[in-house]
């Protein structure tokens, strides 16, 4: 198959570590017998250099940046072909006045990821113009602001939740955020508990409450609380036929012992139910995580807020 294809489609490169690039270049040269790049099989690779750089655990920006598909040795051979025109603003449903408040941010987002010299700058720092801010800088406000007339949703919230997110840097900021906003979700909340243990630990040197109060960013909570009508996302590849992957958010619908019922928010199986079961989680070497931690948890966690690399690729 891929000794036949004419064009390869690669998106979000930019995020994506350079050594990915260089197997996958080594690889089809291998298949084709062909010293060309890609083995001569034309490569597209789609991605904006404004967003995340490959992410590299405890690396300096410098680090980040040299992982980029940029240092690739075939880097020189691509030919750059230029996006310039919105799409997503001229078909927006906004009223006249969103819709001008929005083509002004973009373009100022824009300016800040080509380093326009004529943004104001404080102590090294780009001062955001207050017109873009939320007024009073408080999380209360942001979350009533984001998730403004939440109260009159009743319980149809599918299209409400698709349309909108906060984006944060880090996890525990994020989880503040989710903790603030499900209390503000009508309705009884449900807990559930994960089963922890560490892997090779037959001596049960590590109690459980330790291994239960062990977080990362690729692991459901010890704890996952939600409620019917709240956001989450599926943090594993359940059923990729099914539109159930990394990174697809849901909204529950209905809540069981074994089993969670949600109904898909964006994408071309939104709309459609599907049910997420517990699976066995198990943490890899690179983990920064003192043991190897085998948790069994639904694999889901709440998405009101998610980081800004989760959010790559989504429609908001």
Not at 242 to 258: E, M, S
């Amino acid at each position: 198959m891929l000794k036949a294809a004419k064009l390869i489609v690669w998106d979000e490169s930019p995020c994506q570590h350079r050594y990915c690039f260089e197997c996958v270049d080594r690889l089809l040269q291998d298949f084709c017998s062909s010293p060309e790049p890609f083995g001569g099989i034309t490569l597209l690779f789609a991605g904006d250099f404004r967003q995340t750089l490959p992410v590299i655990p405890r690396a300096s920006m410098g680090q980040s940046a040299a992982a980029s598909i940029q240092y690739t040795s075939f880097w020189e051979n691509i030919h750059h072909l230029y996006l310039t025109e919105n799409l997503r603003k001229q078909t927006s449903n906004l009223d006249s006045t969103a819709h001008e408040r929005a083509s002004s941010f973009a373009h100022w987002i824009i300016r800040v990821g080509d380093g326009d010299p004529a943004l104001t700058v404080v102590d090294n720092y780009i001062s955001i113009p207050t017109g873009y801010m939320v007024q009073p800088q408080t999380l209360s406000a942001l979350l009533s602001c984001v998730y403004s007339g939440l109260s009159t949703r009743a319980n149809d919230w599918s299209e409400f939740f698709a349309a909108r997110a906060i984006l944060a840097p880090h996890n525990e900021t994020v989880d503040m955020v989710n903790s603030q906003m499900l209390e503000r979700i009508p309705g009884e909340s449900v807990n559930f508990l994960s089963e922890d243990s560490a892997e090779d630990d037959d001596n049960e040197v590590y109690p459980v409450e330790f291994l239960n109060s062990l977080t990362s960013a690729s692991l459901p909570p010890h704890k996952l609380e939600i409620k019917i009508g709240t956001p989450v996302m599926v943090i594993r590849n359940i059923a990729p036929r099914d539109g159930v992957c990394n990174g697809t958010r849901l909204i529950v619908t209905a809540i069981g012992r074994r089993v969670i019922e949600g109904k898909i928010l964006i994408g071309d199986f939104a709309g459609h139910r599907v049910f997420i079961p517990r699976i066995v989680f198990t943490t890899g070497q690179d983990e920064a995580l003192p043991v190897s931690l085998r948790r069994k948890q639904f694999p889901l966690r709440l998405a009101f807020a998610m980081t800004i690399n989760k959010a790559q690729g989504q429609s908001l």
